[in-house]
């Protein structure tokens, strides 16, 4: 069967049109599909297998020494799950792939660890920045920074270490509980956010 054709669907053509029902409809199948968010997530994580981009080890390697690291360190799980997924933005967002990153994590944890993704990859540019020609203290327009130095820390600690071939990373599956522990109940609303920006 098709994609809906098992389910209730609104039956509105255009949003001016929708009912107390067809939002209602539409409100239960975005629940089932939050839940089923960390599954999509691992699925995309196994994207980065095999791509090392010129790296030492490949793109998921990475993602799961940076994670296993904080575990092993005693880091929460809502960080240690942010340490795992700072880099999925890098097979859609190559560019801005920590912009993607901190997308998908914002509804689901602190503002703290969610400034950390956003910014690691400017953080992370002291390490290497200089090597080609950039501004390896891009950084320092943050400083003053409440999370500065929190930011600063995942990157010295965690993701600029995480390069190691002969590193022994948990599995990706040893990850897979904490994901849907951090990733299945947002803690804001985005749309609440914006409005209070506005």
């Not at 098992?6 to 939002?23: S, V």
């Not at 994207?47 to 993602?63: A, I, N, T, Y």
């Not at 020609?133 to 999370?147: F, K, N, S, V």
């Amino acid at each position: 069967m098709a994609d809906g054709e098992d389910h209730p669907r609104a039956q509105f053509h255009a949003m001016t049109e929708g009912t107390a029902e067809d939002w209602s409809i539409i409100a239960g199948a975005s629940m089932q599909f939050g839940r089923e968010l960390p599954t999509r997530l691992v699925a995309h994580l196994n994207l980065l297998k095999g791509d090392c981009g010129g790296f030492p080890v490949d793109r998921l390697e990475h993602s799961l020494q940076t994670a296993t690291r904080a575990h092993q360190a005693g880091e929460d799980e809502e960080y240690v799950v942010c340490a795992l997924l700072h880099d999925i933005g890098d097979i859609l967002g190559p560019r801005n792939h920590a912009d993607i990153g901190a997308a998908i994590v914002q509804p689901f944890v602190s503002e703290r660890n969610h400034w950390m993704v956003a910014k690691h990859a400017i953080f992370q540019g002291y390490y290497f920045f200089h090597h080609l020609g950039l501004d390896r203290d891009l950084r320092e327009q943050y400083r003053g920074h409440p999370d500065f130095e929190h930011t600063a820390k995942f990157c010295h600690l965690y993701d600029q270490a995480a390069f190691d071939p002969n590193f022994k990373s948990m599995p990706l599956e040893a990850f897979e509980p904490m994901l849907h522990r951090v990733m299945s109940t947002p803690k804001r609303s985005l749309y609440m956010n914006t409005r209070a920006a506005e």
